[in-house]
DNA sequence: AATTTATGATTGGTAAACCAAATCTTCATT
DNA sequence: AATGAAGATTTGGTTTACCAATCATAAATT
């Protein structure tokens, strides 16, 4: 028996059909920004497919912030120009699926800078999360438990307390891969484990001690230990 | 006449009131990662609102990577672990809309990092493509014009040109709200454009002879120049 | 008894019907 | 002619109905 783990093309290439169909009507009609896409139904009758399928293509470009649609009023064109709308589409729909190492990269890059910036802001608050999750840690690994999920949360909290609310979406939005990744290859094993506290302790007392210099810097050897063998991945 | 500008909570409110109550249902249920959620009609009647609110909560989640739908098969639950998943809902649920100041801090890291990366990884079509809308930018400033969409697309080029997927997806997602607030504050006046031009020719030209230590320099510079009035935006 | 095949129930995806808010049109009033 | 109100229309959002792929169960065959 042959297990297919396609990806189901279809799917993505219908939306992705909706999608630049939409950015060739906006050229064609001359569409300018700030002015109303045809309502939903016009455009499922005029690309021959559901309203639903629509509203997808439609979410999907809400995402990316180039359409914004309001209740029983429309669907508009952001107001960033018809140049960058096309070339910004372009790019959409060229997109690859991050591969594991862009992940780890940009994880390391937000990281970095997330330390930092939670060194900087980290209220009293802040801090107390980022304790109880360095605690639960500690207390997994201590009772000789894998604790990846608990590892990750520390660092969620950390990116969280850095006041950046963009950049605790995007360490969000990686988080799940990457911990899927160490659980398949064992990246955390026990063996390491206790230096792991050890790291998390140091970079938990250069936040509360609002040492950002400092946190940035240890943050930077955690990693250094983790991906060490990752030696084509930049770290700086 | 006054106008409403209100986010409309209410929408936003009942999908985190599904979002909680299927995490409630996981916990409640005790079901593990790899498990199957109930079907989306099941949920829709136990949650009392349509599919079609379920389904978009769902989707919510996907993005996040803490479920994944199959077809004609099911929901399940990804295989980051129990309380990952609870620590990232929690967080989901709080999280904050991203002021401009986090966008435009996320922008900078990103793109001297992009840069950086640019100059290693960087193929001879990359190069090409920067080149065309170092050009466009260049030829719309020349004569007069404004060409805030051609310098976020120069910009947007260098991402691609990184080879890190998830930055570039990241660049695009932040980059529409960068160009309209630009253009709401005119952040690119006449006056200073054409020591763009130079800036951005620069960092094309360390690009091109792959010196990252240069390219990143430059991308410095140039944002230095940007956001000098914000001063207490991370830089480094 | 083991394996294959067939059949019916279940599922996410899609299409169609319906709703209330917003907008436009029309017409009466000043 | 300008303005305001009322009604009809249009719109995105929501609900309901339908579809084809999938999966589990059981019957049939070896």
Sequence with gaps: MKIEVTTKPENFNIQKNI????RDL?????LEPGDKLPSERMLSEKFKV???VVRDAIQKLELYGLLKSRPQSGTFIANIGITALNG????ILRLDEPDFKSLVETRILL?????RLAALRRTEEDLDQISKALKAHKEKILNGEEAV???LLFHLAIAKASGNSSMNTFMLIITPEIIT??????VCDVGQAHSRIEEHQAIFDAIKNRSPQLAKQKMKEHFRELYKYCYNIEIN
Tied chains: 1, 2.
């Design 19 to 22: 999608i630049s169909q939409i």
């Design 26 to 30: 906006i050229n064609f009609k001359n």
């Design 50 to 52: 559901s309203r639903n």
């Design 88 to 91: 910004m589409v372009e790019d």
């Design 111 to 115: 990281e970095l800078k997330t330390a």
């Design 149 to 151: 999920q608990e590892d």
């Design 181 to 186: 990744n160490f659980e398949k290859y064992h």
